[in-house]
């Protein structure tokens, strides 16, 4: 009661505070896992003896529900009892009810659930022990550590404790005992109680009086981590032992909704394994509830988004391949590096060779120009307002010292210009035959590297990004092969080249697609520290790319993007060592994800890249925010000019809901500070309310949040006034 009337003191009550109150807000907070994390190892600290479940605590399965299993495991037997797997899949969880119905004990057996299926098939026990082994097989195989768990039970282990684990499971402890040993759990098999073992389950309290019984263990001095709100957690609690509740993976990803939801509804068995690889790894930690798509990790959105978009791509472009008679695909530098690293892991068995090919529109473009038509299309592309010694510099190779004084005294160099500026077609006329004639030296370069790495008379294909194909067009000017172009994204502008859209094909910019509003985002997740080839030149017969040079914002980007494609390559080696052939990941999913992230980030996916920096010399910037500073505090005026300071309008976009939702003034703060400060606040405030109780009873139930207490609070004072006026 007195925990509730302190709760319903109004906490702008002057006499507490003695200064105006804090304004209410809806703040988006980070979770801090570190300090809860804590009081999870102090449970442990204060026990004698641990317990740990197995499944879902120590262990989890890498598909999205254990019985997804099933389908995997009628996969190896289908040549053996003739069954479908799906129909095997049912089969198998229909046999385990009927046989849980009709058992006398609270827990079955795994050979009691295949004598049912074998009396169902009408087939031979003697191969019982053969589909016992191979579920197991699938079971071991697809297994993956709980490193969250672990880190649990070896902190135990070294703080000295003795650990125990107990489990419901109809597989044999032999057979558990073959599932942890793969992970380095390593624990005496007489500390191991399996309810299959002694047909008891922790789910009715029995395994743990069997447990207590054999063991001698004093209950109230253990502590028991697991899973299960009944079997790990009130079984537990009303055998006399604390329990600590490590909810499964699965049920902390379905409170996430950013993911799209037919990601847990899909029936395929890969679809099972993405979605599985995906709840084991972000959720490993029970302590995570991060929104988005990251949960707050670059790593994870390394594994979570980039890791998919990686697989799924390297599927499509392996059909295109194999469809077209493809015979050498290069991939194209920067964006095409990751790629390729994907393709060659995912599809190593083709029978055609990858290449990584030094290109970028300055290297690619230039070279390919022999009329003032191609120079007009260079210069006419896209770009951010800048000088126009900058757009010449980065679009032409040159210089205005490298140019005829008599051509360049008619210019100011240092004029801000935009893509319709009369100058930049004055510059093209007066300079046309020096373009040309460096094109043509550039090109010299070029031929010679190009003919180093294309065979002739050889089908290839291009892989990029996208969008409108210009340097899959100024290849096929400059080799004698046709040239196919495979793309992330392609834009109506690429007209007839013959390409094709992974994600969008022929699509207009101006469209509805998700993609535009992470444009930036997109090409920026693709790069690591290597900074964009210039030009080639040729040194004893070879060709060599020239580089520009590294800047800060090259060195940041490595730094970020390692975590990031390292986490998308953990993804890509996990499912290759898991998926089987008979699926691929469902794309729409991928999609969803992927846009989520693009187009509609969570604050804690957008603060991933705060003061981020971008390079697009091409484009009119050496440098240009993606994510400037997230301030505390922002003005209305602020606010509207978000778009033209930072270059992923999806995050513009939803920092402008965010704000208007916290009426702009809210501060957007850092999450150990805030959570910190919190608690120091909500402390301070406990410890007046309690003054101001003994002071003046009176006076804290007038001032309280609960309408009843502060009728009664007045009726006092009333009472107290006529009393007074009385005497």
Known sequence: MIKDILNGISVSDPIIINKKAPQKSNKLKLPSLHEIEC?????IDSAEWVSFDIFDTLVQRATRTPKDIFIYVGLAMEKIIGLEPRVFASLRVKAEKTVRDNS??????????????????????????????????????FSLPRKAGIELLSY?????????????????????????????????????????????????????????????VKSESGLHIGDNPTGDVKSAELNGIKSLHIPKAYDLFKGNVFFHKEISNKSSFNSSLYSGLLISKLYDNSLTRADGVTCGSKYLLGYSVIGPLLVSFSQWLEKKCIDNGIDDIYFLARDGKVFKKAFDKTCS????????????????????????????EIMMA??????????????????????????????????????????????????????????????????????????????????????????QQSLSNLVDNKILGYYLVTTDEIGKLPSEGFLENRVNKAGSSPFWQGVALAEWLTLDGDTSVEKFTVL?????????????HDISRQLITKHIHEGAFDFVDDW?????????????????????????????????????????????????????????????????NLHKSYSWKGAVSMLNKIYTLQHTKTPITNTSETISGNSRIRKFMVIKKIKKFTKSPTRFLIDSQFSLLKIIGKKINNFKIKREFRL
């Open 576 to 640: 290759t060592i898991h998926s089987s052939t008979y699926d691929e990941i469902d794309l729409s999913c991928v999609k969803h994800n992927y846009y989520s992230l693009l187009a509609t980030p969570s604050l804690t996916d957008i603060k991933l890249f705060e003061e981020t920096q971008l390079e697009d010399s091409y484009g009119g910037r050496d440098d240009r925010w993606l994510v400037g500073p997230l301030k505390q505090h922002i003005t209305d005026k602020e606010l509207q």
């Open 382 to 471: 896209p770009f951010n307002p800048c000088t126009l010694g900058y757009l010449i510099k980065n679009r032409l190779g040159l210089t205005p010292e490298s140019i005829d004084p008599a051509v360049a005294k008619k210019f100011n160099f240092e004029k801000v210009v935009t893509r319709n500026d009369h100058d930049i077609a004055r510059f093209i006329d007066a300079a046309e035959s020096r373009i040309i004639n460096n094109a043509t030296a550039e090109r010299e370069a070029l031929d010679v590297y190009l003919k180093s790495k294309i065979t002739h008379n050889k089908k290839i294909a291009i892989v990029d990004i996208g969008y409108k194909g210009s340097m």
């Open 156 to 216: 135990a282990k070294k703080m000295g404790k003795k650990v125990y684990l107990i489990s419901d499971m109809y597989l044999e402890k032999s057979h558990i005992i073959e599932i942890i040993k793969k992970h380095n759990i390593n624990i005496p098999a007489e500390d191991i109680y399996v309810s299959s073992n002694f047909r008891l389950q922790k789910h009715s309290g029995n395994l743990f009086k069997k447990f207590i019984s054999d063991t001698k």
């Open 104 to 141: 006398i004990y609270e827990e079955v057996t795994i050979f009691e659930i295949y004598n049912e299926i074998i009396s169902e098939l009408n087939l031979s026990y003697d191969i019982v022990q053969k589909l016992v082994n191979i579920e197991l097989e699938a079971e071991v195989s």
């Open 39 to 43: 009081n999870h190892r102090q449970l």
């Open 349 to 376: 068995n083709l029978n055609l060779s990858t290449h990584y090919l030094y290109a970028s529109r300055r290297s690619i473009n230039l070279p390919s120009i022999t009329t003032k038509a191609q120079i007009k």
């Open 540 to 552: 004893d017969g070879k060709a060599e790319p020239c580089f520009k040079q590294k800047q800060a």
